[in-house]
């Protein structure tokens, strides 16, 4: 039964997807399926979050790990870094909202487009995305930044877990 209503609710979220305004958003950090965050995209009360492909950059941007809570920072500057892996979620308005507060809009990121080359798609029937396309998506990165982060590692994955160190860790004030 349990399966049968979980199903049910998946073709109405690909329907919903096609049918009301919805907005492709591209995670990279925090909020990816196993990342410390990724729980906010699952909370209805945040809004609909759907999952569609694992993507990357079509661009290459600097990913880099800063600040003393070791915050998943991607740097506004084209053209320098790797090509970014991350998840492409269709969101409602309501969820969208919410990653902009969550991501603090406009103090510290700014939530722009990008072009995204899918890699697997997640979805089923006509909303699948299939892998080698190209779509756009908003993406939270910022262009305020201290100059020396642009001599930190970058990476093409983020993973709080990763062998670079430096987990992850939440505070009111990322300085």
Known sequence: MMKVFIIIV?????????VVH?????????????Q??????????????????????????????????NYPFLLNKTGTGQRVHGEIYCVDQKMLDFLDEFEDVPKLYQRTTVQLEVQAGDGEGENTLKPGSIV??????TNKYKPEWLQKPTYESYDT???HGLQYHEDTNPE
């Open 10 to 18: 998946s073709l109405i979220v690909n329907v919903v997807c096609t």
């Open 22 to 34: 919805m907005h492709h958003v591209f995670v990279y950090g925090t909020l990816k399926k196993g």
């Open 36 to 69: 410390p965050n990724h729980f906010e995209m699952l909370d209805a009360a945040n809004g609909q979050a759907k999952l569609l492909a694992r993507t990357r950059t079509v661009e290459r941007f600097p990913l880099v790990i800063a600040t003393n809570n």
């Open 136 to 141: 756009e998506a908003f993406m939270y990165s």
């Open 161 to 163: 877990y990763g062998d």
